[in-house]
């Protein structure tokens, strides 16, 4: 089962909610956060860091810095 709930993230002084999905794979899951209209697909490497899956171009569209600040905010959770 696919559940939304909103992500919060703080990026230069600015508080945002992003919606986010969980999407069970198996035995892995992945984070689909809707950005500006585009859905950014956000996965655990064997590091234990999250990286960015997603469409053709999508990530380019979609402000670096933001980017990092969902990032950091899905480590921390």
């Known amino acids: ?5 909103m ?6 002084g600015t508080a945002y909610e992003f919606p986010l999905t ?3 794979l198996g035995y892995t899951y992945q ?3 809707q950005i ?3 859905t950014l697909i956000f996965e655990m490497d064997d590091q234990h ?3 960015v899956l997603s469409q053709a171009g999508d990530v380019k ?3 670096k810095s933001l980017v990092e600040a969902i990032v950091s905010t899905l480590q921390s959770l």
């Open 1 to 5: 089962m696919n559940e939304t709930m």
């Open 7 to 12: 992500l919060p993230v703080e990026h230069r």
């Open 22 to 24: 969980i999407v069970t």
């Open 31 to 33: 984070l689909h956060v």
């Open 36 to 38: 500006e209209g585009k």
């Open 49 to 51: 860091q999250y990286r």
């Open 61 to 63: 569209e979609v402000n």
